[in-house]
Structure formats: C-alpha cells, structure tokens
C-alpha cells in the first residue's frame, strides 16, 4: 500500500490511498448507510410513524458509528503507526484531537 500522507482531508489536506479492500470495505459499508438514510426519507414521505423512524435513525446511527471505528483502527494501523516510525509524533495529538471530536 502505497501512502502519500495521513488520512485528515478537511483539517490539512493530506491524502491516503488505501488497498483495494480497504476501499471496497469502506464504500460498501456508505453506500449501506447511504440506502438506510434513503429509507428514512421514504418512511417521512409514507408519512409512517414517529417510533417507526426512530427506530431506523437510530440503525443508521449505529451503522455510522461501526463506519467510524473502522477507519479509525484502520488510521491507527496505518497512518499513526507509519508517521510514529517515522518520527512524526504529532500525529499523537492530531490523533487525541479527532479522538476528542468523535467523543462529543
């Protein structure tokens, strides 16, 4: 697997490029989340009811959640420990900071 940087696109515009499997994975488990959120919207417009939605918003909360622990032991496994080898120790607080970002 060929890395150019670390995996934090918004914050400092680096880049990854993951494995095949990696990146099938991933796109899988969106485009599962993707349909949940479309069936969402089909059940608000079938009018269905409330605890109904409830129920499904809260699947599809789940599904992100497993999205996100995903990406981030494959970021620990790869980026983390790729820059920490190479000295690069402050991707030990960027690390803490989107820790903390996910805990809120």
């Known amino acids: ?3 150019k940087e ?7 515009r680096k880049t990854k490029e993951r494995s095949p499997e990696e990146y099938r ?3 899988n488990r969106i485009k599962r ?3 949940q959120l479309r069936g969402i919207e089909g059940m608000l417009e079938k009018n269905v009811y409330c605890t109904d939605i409830l129920v ?3 699947a599809a909360n789940a599904a992100l959640n497993s999205f996100s622990r995903e990406l ?3 970021h620990i496994k790869s980026c983390v420990a790729q820059n920490i080898r190479e000295g ?3 991707v030990i607080d960027e690390l803490i900071n989107t820790l903390q970002k996910l805990m809120k």
């Open 1 to 3: 697997m060929k890395e």
């Open 6 to 12: 670390c995996c934090h696109c918004c914050e400092s």
């Open 25 to 27: 994975a991933l796109m």
């Open 33 to 35: 989340i993707q349909g």
């Open 56 to 58: 499904q918003v809260a």
């Open 72 to 74: 981030l032991a494959n």
């Open 88 to 90: 690069k120790d402050d």
